[in-house]
């Protein structure tokens, strides 16, 4: 059992060790959902070399970006009968291929962790306070917000209102 | 009543300061958006045609909240994290 429920670090994390702490001694879990989000290499994908990557600065609102996270696995635990969840966020400098965000729950079955890691992750993209600035060869820029991740929130109910102005 | 005003991400560079003490008779996060958009310069980074996110003591809120003295409110472009 791990006793905090969000992390903010500027270290990476060792996943295995994570769910090793999360789960150990509690006999119930019979499932562990994991997500893990990583700094991609946006060339890659557009072939334009301006998109290059060289690194991502993460910046956050101390204070309220564990509040708000806290705040999600409340919701969550409303929705989705699952045991615990435990998110952590990486902030500051990263280089493409690196672990940004790493959200897990446990559960007895399945189905509640699936969608609970799910829930949480579309919350934390459009409601917790942190800023992405990606750094190529030719500049630096801040990363636009994505009209789809409001629309994945709404998914489960819920008006995100992160890009709407 | 006295607040803090804090700023993230592009409109903290824009702006300039990360925070700032203000005294104001305004009674809503609206109001008080108005009074830095009076000021002009680089504040009208915060004009309504923007998509930009308020925060009122760290909890995200709408341009109706109401404020209270010594309050923390925060402005901040939509959020890119996970």
């Given at each position: 059992m791990v006793s905090h429920r969000v992390v903010i670090q500027s270290e990476d994390f060792n996943v295995a060790d994570v769910l090793a702490k999360l789960r150990a001694?509690?006999?119930?879990?019979g499932a562990v959902c994991t997500f893990i989000g990583t700094v991609r290499d946006t060339q890659l994908l557009s072939g334009k070399d301006a998109d290059r990557v060289v690194s991502m600065a993460l910046e956050h609102y101390p204070g309220m970006t564990e509040a708000s996270i806290e705040a999600m696995i409340d919701q969550a635990h409303e929705r989705f009968d699952f045991y615990q969840a435990h998110v952590i966020h990486r902030v500051g400098v990263l280089k493409p291929a690196d672990q940004i965000v790493m959200v897990a729950v446990t559960s007895a079955h399945r189905g509640e962790s699936f969608k609970a890691c799910e829930f949480l992750m579309d919350y934390l993209k459009t409601q917790a306070p942190f800023w992405k600035k990606e750094a190529s060869p030719s500049g630096e820029k801040w990363v636009d917000a994505r009209v789809s991740d409001d629309l994945a929130l709404a998914r489960w109910g819920i008006e995100a209102n992160n890009v709407v102005k | 009543m006295k607040f803090k005003i804090r700023y993230f991400a592009s409109l903290r560079e824009t702006i300039g300061l990360s925070q700032e003490e203000v005294e104001s008779t305004a009674s809503t996060v609206g109001q008080v958006r108005d009074e830095l958009l009076a000021r002009g310069g680089v504040y009208l980074?915060?004009?309504?045609d923007r998509s930009v996110r308020m925060a009122l003591n760290q909890v995200m809120v709408n341009e109706d909240a109401m404020l209270m003295d010594q309050s923390e409110l925060a402005f901040f472009p939509p959020v890119t994290g996970g």
């Open positions: 001694g509690d006999l119930r879990v | 980074c915060l004009q309504r």
